[in-house]
């Protein structure tokens, strides 16, 4: 490479640097939760616990923080306990730093009567914190995505088009198309049409030749639509020009977006990589045991840019004479005599021998039950924390610190879609069975 190349590649990234400084971000933390619910029974959306060891917040903070974004605030319908607790012990910049990490609740003021009602109202509502930054950019990101971005390569496109706004998109195909917003572009990439979620006719409207993005014939038949991937680059002033001049938008895809393609320059900014909306049971599920897979999809072992959470200082897991295929474990496991297969155990799970987990997610447990209090249980017939032995646990997910008995099954028996069955502790969401946080789920029951 020559003198003058090198030169340009470091004035470019110095810019670059420098410039994420000017950027503030603000990641949607979740309305009222009901797509995850039940794991958002009990802790605010960024709060829900991913992949064995992290947290849904942890993907967009860590996005940002390794992109140079370093000024972000969460918002979120309701501050929980373990959110707080996740984002003060995790993210704590040096006193040197202007960065922080910051979570906004909505909350009763005299001219908000009530909850966020909706993305662009949350945002709307907590804008005399944001206005009087010294930035240029707000960044506007989602808490249930899972992906990896460089936010920076973002900006700069949005900044070398000098658009008003600019959104993240990419192809999908007729599956999920009508659960996104869907765009159609000009030659420059700027955004002419946008339709949120469409369906029927509408959606065939919506359909584009997407070899215009580079894909190859065969994908661009398979993936014939652009979605937004509801995140995106604001100039500072258009955002609180469009917030305050529209009162009656609440929703950037609903409403704040499609307004905007008439009025301003909107630009569309392509990313080609793994990316999934993780905000229902399903996805989420799907999406924490596809980890699992050899090669999968998402990696979380990149060292050039890690996902940060909260350091536990744990031991390591102690696996003795177990079958293990195809899983995650985190740290802090105790299996003994047990068989797992394509799943996701979470930090300080423990199983008993005899048991066979398949095709689940365990979330693990927040703290090691105590010997007096272990003994305390058995000698009292009453179910200890952790699973019990000789249980089988099939497609499901179990929340934190559930007591699972011995000779349990989990497995779904009757094949039921969705119910509600909190009193005995779990849910069944898309056929996957859910037990609560904290739930007692006592011997020989068969779910
Ligand atoms: N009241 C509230 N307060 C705080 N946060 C809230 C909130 N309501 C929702 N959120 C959060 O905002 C993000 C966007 O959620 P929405 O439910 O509004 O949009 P959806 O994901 O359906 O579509 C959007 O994202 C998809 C991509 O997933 C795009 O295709 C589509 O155009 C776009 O509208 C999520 O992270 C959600 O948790």
Not at 103 to 108: V, Y
Not at 135 to 150: A, C, F, P, Q, V
Not at 166 to 180: I, M, N, Q, R
Request: hydrophobic share 40%.
């Amino acid at each position: 490479m020559s003198t003058i190349q090198t030169d340009k590649i470091f004035k470019k990234q110095d810019f670059v640097y420098f410039s994420m400084k000017n950027v503030l971000s603000i990641i949607l933390g979740g309305g009222q939760g009901t797509r995850l619910y039940p794991l958002t029974k009990l802790r605010a959306k960024p709060a829900v616990p991913l992949a064995g060891k992290y947290r849904l917040i942890d993907i967009p903070v860590s996005n940002c923080l390794n992109s140079g974004v370093d000024k972000i605030y969460v918002l979120t319908q309701f501050n929980s306990t373990s959110l707080n607790r996740h984002i003060n012990q995790t993210y704590r910049p040096s006193s040197f730093s202007s960065g922080f990490v910051d979570i906004l609740a909505a909350q009763q003021t005299p001219d908000n009567p009530g909850w966020f009602q909706g993305t662009a109202d949350a945002v709307r509502q907590y804008m005399w914190l944001f206005e009087p930054w010294d930035i240029t950019e707000y960044l506007i990101l989602s808490g249930d995505h899972l992906y990896r971005m460089d936010y920076s390569d973002f900006i700069n496109r949005h900044r070398d088009t000098n658009a008003d706004i600019t959104l993240s998109v990419l192809p999908v195909g007729y599956d999920v198309a009508s659960s996104f917003g869907l765009l159609k572009v000009d030659g420059s990439g700027r955004v002419i049409d946008f339709q949120e979620k469409p369906k029927g006719d509408a959606l065939e409207k919506m359909k584009v030749d997407t070899t215009s993005l580079g894909l190859d014939a065969e994908a661009a038949k398979e993936k014939p639509f652009i979605a937004s991937m509801g995140i995106y680059v604001f100039k500072k002033e258009v955002l609180a020009k469009m917030l305050k001049n529209n009162k009656e938008c609440t929703d950037f895809g609903k409403e704040i977006i499609p307004f905007a393609i008439e009025n301003y320059n909107v630009q569309a900014y392509l990313f080609d990589d793994y990316w999934e909306d993780i905000g229902t049971i399903e996805s989420f599920y799907d999406a924490n045991l596809n980890l699992a897979k050899p090669n999968p999809a998402f990696s979380l072992y990149k060292s050039e840019s890690p996902i940060y959470t909260r350091p536990r200082y744990l031991p390591p897991s102690r696996i003795f004479d177990c079958q293990i295929k195809d899983s995650i474990l985190g740290e802090g496991c105790i299996l003994e005599k047990v068989t797992v297969n394509h799943s996701m155990l979470g930090l300080r799970t423990t199983i008993n021998e005899g048991s066979v987990i398949e095709d689940a997610l365990l979330m693990g447990c927040d703290f090691y039950q105590k010997d007096n209090e272990y003994k305390a249980d058995i000698a009292a017939g009453r179910v200890p924390m952790g699973i019990g032995a000789n249980t089988t646990i099939r497609r499901a997910i179990v929340d934190k610190n559930a007591h699972i008995g011995n000779n349990v099954q989990i497995v779904n028996k009757d094949n039921v879609q969705e119910g509600s069955f909190e009193d005995q502790g779990f849910c069944i969401r898309n056929g996957i069975v859910i037990v609560l946080k904290d739930a007692i789920i006592p011997d020989h029951t068969i779910i």
